[in-house]
Nanobody
Framework: EVQLVESGGGSVQAGGSLRLSCTAS????????VGWYRQAPGNECETAST???????YYADSVKGRFTISQDNAKNTVYLQMNSLRPEDTAVYYC???????????????????????WGQGTQVTVSS
């Protein structure tokens, strides 16, 4: 079964740090594109960061300089290190991947579903002031 499982969310005060993890089963992240998306209450999904199969990395302007995406192929895990967290970072964070095989999971961000067919269940990040 193809699955993505996120972990590492929680509640922190402004200025704190969290590291999110996304572990895949049923496929490998190697040679796959992976993205972290977030959805704040009442808002649409937005891209936080992506890492492509060729290693290229993208960060949204809102997180650039504070978040770092990385990949550990031995553990089949993608990480999002989040530093200097702000209240506006509060959201449900999802990892997504373009896993092979043609299937799909529930897609919480429909517009991004055109690029990523498998999504995790989401992990809540809450940043208080």
């Amino acid at each position: 079964e193809v699955q993505l499982v996120e972990s590492g969310g929680g509640s922190v005060q402004a200025g704190g740090s969290l590291r999110l993890s996304c572990t895949a089963s049923g496929f490998t992240f190697d040679d796959s594109d992976v993205g972290w998306y977030r959805q704040a209450p009442g808002n649409e999904c937005e891209t936080a960061s992506t890492i492509s199969s060729d290693g290229s990395i993208y960060y949204a302007d809102s997180v650039k300089g504070r978040f770092t995406i990385s990949q550990d192929n031995a553990k089949n895990t993608v990480y999002l290190q989040m530093n200097s967290l702000r209240p506006e970072d509060t959201a449900v964070y999802y990892c997504a991947a373009d896993a092979p095989g043609g299937g799909s999971s529930v897609v919480p961000c429909p517009r991004a579903g055109a690029w990523y067919n498998y999504w995790g269940q989401g992990t809540q990040v809450t940043v208080s002031s």
